[in-house]
């Protein structure tokens, strides 16, 4: 009930910053990598390629979790909602282990595979091999986020990533160049504040989702599979799974194009495609406050303010990307230069 507009802004705002936050990982540690050797940034680029898989089942898992968890919401049914966070939980681990040993035992191919050197892959398989092990926290960091956002609290969300961030940015030129008593550690440092910052993340979202004070209230009852429900979220996910999963495809494939062209050229297409995403995931907080509000609706019996919901974000998301339009075509150069100073990247 109530202002649409005021919906959209209540839960799109968090929303926007949670998916901002989400990019900043990648931005912070591209800043930092960059001020090592193209090599380093190239591995960054090259590991994030392969990560969009991971990416794709998560992002698709969670907009399943979500939709279901918001019409549960939208029904009052909070008992339901809580089983359906559970099993997704489930699911996300799941998911996780399988990537968790296939990153463990390939990494060097798998860098090779994305067109990475020989000296690329030597040096710095161990970033890759971390990023990929420690998938889960990735994978439940967006599932976890998803619960909250589909019951409606997508400030913890926001928080969430916040803490995560302020830690990953702290860490990573203590790791990297080994500053004070940190060990000097490199590319793969970046990698180390990252799963650390994101681990962090992760407990405190755990924290809200069993401390009994929010809507979502998680007990040991609700993990025990549920195969109805499971495949009630498999459903849910696999529609936008597959969409994530052929933008993942090109964008793997382009980077492994690019990256024949040598270091310094991946990095400068890596450094670029970082900027954009930057600006791109907004559009992805306003979807999600619109899926929140097209669920709730639904859940309550409200087709048509589900639909309007709809319309309303996507006009917002048009005049939000005019305007990014007009600054990178005006500005493209002065931003790669905020990143890097090797000038065959800019």
């Known amino acids: 009930t109530g202002s649409i507009n005021k919906a959209i802004f209540l839960l799109a705002v968090p929303m926007v910053l949670e998916m901002v936050l989400e990019s900043v990982f990648a931005l912070v540690d591209i800043f930092f990598v960059n001020k090592i050797s193209s090599e380093a940034s190239a ?40 089983e ?40 710095n398989y161990r970033f890759t091999q971390i990023m990929l092990t420690g998938n889960i926290v990735i994978m439940l960091l967006f599932v976890n986020n998803a619960i909250f956002r589909g019951a409606g609290d997508a400030s913890i ?18 790791l990297i160049f080994g500053i004070g008593p940190f060990p000097k550690m490199g590319v793969l440092g970046a990698a180390v504040a990252t799963t650390i910052g994101r681990s962090v993340g992760v407990l405190y979202q755990f924290y809200h989702l069993f401390n009994g004070k929010g809507i979502i209230k998680l007990v040991r009852k609700h993990f025990k599979a549920n195969m109805v429900i499971i495949r009630s979220i498999i459903n849910t996910s696999l529609g936008g799974m597959f969409q994530f999963i ?27 495609i970082r900027i954009c995403i930057f600006t791109i995931l907004p559009a992805w907080g306003l979807a999600n406050a619109a899926a929140t509000l097209v ?18 974000s996507a006009l917002l998301s048009f005049i939000f990307f005019a305007f990014v339009a007009v600054i990178f075509y005006f500005f493209g ?12 990247a800019i």
């Open 43 to 82: 591995t960054v680029g090259l590991t994030e390629a392969a990560l969009t898989i991971l990416y794709s089942v998560a992002w698709g898992l969670a907009m399943g979790i979500m939709a279901l968890v918001a019409r549960r919401t939208g029904e009052k049914n909070f008992a339901g909602a809580s």
């Open 246 to 272: 052929i933008g993942s495809c090109s964008w793997i494939f382009l980077a492994k194009i690019i990256a024949e062209s040598g270091d310094s050229v991946t990095s400068g297409y890596i450094t670029a």
């Open 84 to 123: 359906v966070a559970a099993q997704g939980i489930i699911i996300a681990i799941m998911f996780s282990i399988v990537i968790s040993i296939v990153g463990f035992i390939f990494p060097k191919e798998i860098l090779s595979f994305m067109g990475g050197s020989e000296k690329l892959v030597a040096e």
């Open 157 to 174: 969300a926001m928080r969430t990533l916040l803490i995560a961030n302020a830690i990953n940015i702290i860490l990573d030129p203590l």
């Open 333 to 344: 150069e002065i931003l790669m230069r905020l990143f890097t100073s090797d000038e065959v």
């Open 295 to 312: 669920g709730q609706n639904l859940g309550a019996g409200l087709p048509e303010r589900a639909e309007k919901s709809v319309w309303r």
